[in-house]
């Protein structure tokens, strides 16, 4: 069963934006900050002036989900080891200037990993109340004071819909696809689990298999050098296709399925190198 959810606005919150992003998402606009939350709904994405974010309902339900790239996770981030990994397998640093798209976005944190890393990085998120988490916040981080949190956002850019809808030449730049097409349940307890339940929902994202497999065909039928998935340690690989070669962290691993050289010619050039590499 589809997720329900509805857009509230806080009191100090432009009416028409919020109306206007109601309209978009194609939620019903709560009447007001104090609004009594209709029984049954799932979820509520609350506007707080230029902050979005979304809220479960229920007892049990978890904190808020929203996208803020200059949080204290995503600096803590900047330091795991798995991003010097995740770097590896797109290919930071072998070429200048690489161009990633991530085709399945969600949240944006492993998109920001690659854009710190120098990367130029298009996200794609098909689920719009994601896409809309996404929008928001990258407009919060280009307007933020610091310097970093600017330069590195400015290097992020976004698009909402299917991946395997965008045009050949919004790919023309693009020299790995980057998928992380599953949510896996985190940690082991009932409760962790329940919770990734609703919102895997809430995003449509149900842990559809033969999804993921498409999308790889897709990404593997791309004129791009590489595709790189990321995986849970123990999963099989994507529509069993074995990928060039896998790179391994603690929790999760990268399998990398290189397609041709990395080169700075444009797609169609003929002096684009293609075969293995
Ligand atoms: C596991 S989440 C990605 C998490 C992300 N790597 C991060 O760091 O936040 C998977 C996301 O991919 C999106 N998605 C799955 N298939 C897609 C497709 N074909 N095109 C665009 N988005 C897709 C889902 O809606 C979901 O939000």
Not at 57 to 75: E, I, K, Q
Not at 78 to 92: D, F, M, P, S, T
Not at 148 to 173: F, K, N, Y
Not at 207 to 231: I, M, T
Request: charged share 25%.
């Amino acid at each position: 069963m589809p997720a329900t959810l509805a857009l509230l606005a806080s009191a100090t919150t432009d009416s028409h934006a919020a109306a206007a992003l109601a309209k978009r998402l194609g939620l019903e606009l709560l009447p007001g900050p104090s609004a009594e939350v209709p029984a049954g709904l799932d979820a509520l994405l609350l506007l707080d002036g230029d902050a979005l974010s979304l809220h479960q309902t229920g007892p049990r339900a978890p904190g808020p989900v929203s996208v803020d790239f200059g949080s204290a996770a995503m600096r803590h981030r900047r330091k795991g080891g798995q991003n010097e990994l995740l770097g590896r397998a797109v290919g930071v640093g072998r070429k200048p200037r690489l161009g990633v798209l991530d085709a399945t976005a969600g949240l944006g944190r492993d998109s920001f990993v690659l854009a710190d890393l120098g990367c130029t990085v298009l996200l794609c998120e098909r689920v719009a109340v994601m896409a809309a988490l996404l929008e928001y916040g990258l407009a919060r981080a280009r307007r933020d004071a610091d310097p970093w949190l600017v330069a590195t956002s400015a290097r992020m850019s976004l698009q909402q819909g299917d991946a395997r809808d965008l045009a050949p030449a919004e790919l023309a730049a693009i020299d790995t696809i980057y998928l992380d097409p599953m949510f896996p349940p985190r940690g082991k307890s009932a409760a962790v689990k329940k919770d990734m339940a609703l919102f895997q929902r809430l995003l449509e994202t149900d842990g559809d298999e033969a999804d993921s497999d498409r999308l790889l065909l897709w990404a593997l039928g791309q004129a791009v050098a590489r595709v790189v998935v990321k995986r849970p340690l123990k999963a099989p690989c994507l529509a069993g296709r074995k990928p060039s070669h896998q790179l391994r962290g603690k929790a999760v691993r990268f399998d990398v399925y290189v397609l041709s050289a990395f080169t700075d010619c444009a797609p169609g050039d003929p002096g684009r190198e293609t075969g293995g590499g």
